[in-house]
Structures are given as C-alpha cells and as structure tokens.
C-alpha cells in the first residue's frame, strides 16, 4: 500500500555534493519519522539522519556538518543534502519511514525504499 521512490544517487569526486530525494506514496494518512540509512560493501546498514514530522532531526556524528536532512509533510517527501562527500560515503542510501499510518488498516508501519547508490571518488 506505501511505496518509496529514491532519486539522486550517483558518482561524484570527493569533496562534491548529491542530493538525495525519497517519495512516499500510497494509502498514507501519515508518517511519524523519514530517513535515510546506508550499507556500505561487507557493512552493516547504518543510520544517516532522520527527521520527524515536527521537524525533529537525528544524524550520525560521521555526517553532521555535512549533511542536511529536510522533508516536506505535504509530499510526504524526504531529502537529504550532502556536502563535502568522502570516499568513506559510499554506500547505497536506503530511504526510511517508520510510524507510518495507513488508511483503513490499524497500527503503525515501517517502510523501506529500494536504495540508491552513493560513489565517491577519490
């Protein structure tokens, strides 16, 4: 019922910017927190930032100066502006949305977005 749409990935040399983007459609009524997560080859999935409805941010000390996480409650979008990228930032970024409300169904869900990669070169 909820999909997630990333964009914005891509290669870029070390020191440059992307700029990530994550839709959420379908049956949503709403979303509490949106994210971003990455994987790294032969890594663990790792937190990068994440943002609550209220605007409430959460990011890894690797990323903090450098990154900005930003969404837009009425498109039920996520963004996440990376400056000054680093080799060690590559990975594929999962897009997150946790505390998900959908219509005519109870509870709270979580979702996930297909990924998109991430390469820095050096």
């Known amino acids: 019922q909820v999909q997630l749409v990333e964009s914005g990935g891509g290669l870029v040399q070390a020191g440059g910017s992307l700029r990530l983007s994550c839709a959420a459609s379908g049956s949503i009524s709403s979303i509490n927190t949106m994210g971003w997560y990455r994987q790294a080859p032969g890594k663990q999935r790792e937190l990068v930032a994440t943002?609550?409805?209220?605007?409430?941010?959460n990011k890894a000390d690797s990323v903090k100066g450098r990154f900005t996480i930003s969404r837009d409650n009425a498109k039920n979008t996520v963004y996440l502006q990376m400056n000054s990228l680093q080799p060690e930032d590559t990975a594929v970024y999962y897009c997150?949305?946790?505390?998900?409300?959908?219509?005519?169904?109870?509870?709270?869900?979580?979702?996930w977005g297909q990924g998109t990669q991430v390469t820095v070169s050096s």
């Open positions: 943002i609550t409805s209220s605007g409430r941010t």
């Open positions: 997150n949305a946790d505390g998900v409300r959908v219509r005519n169904m109870l509870g709270n869900y979580r979702y």
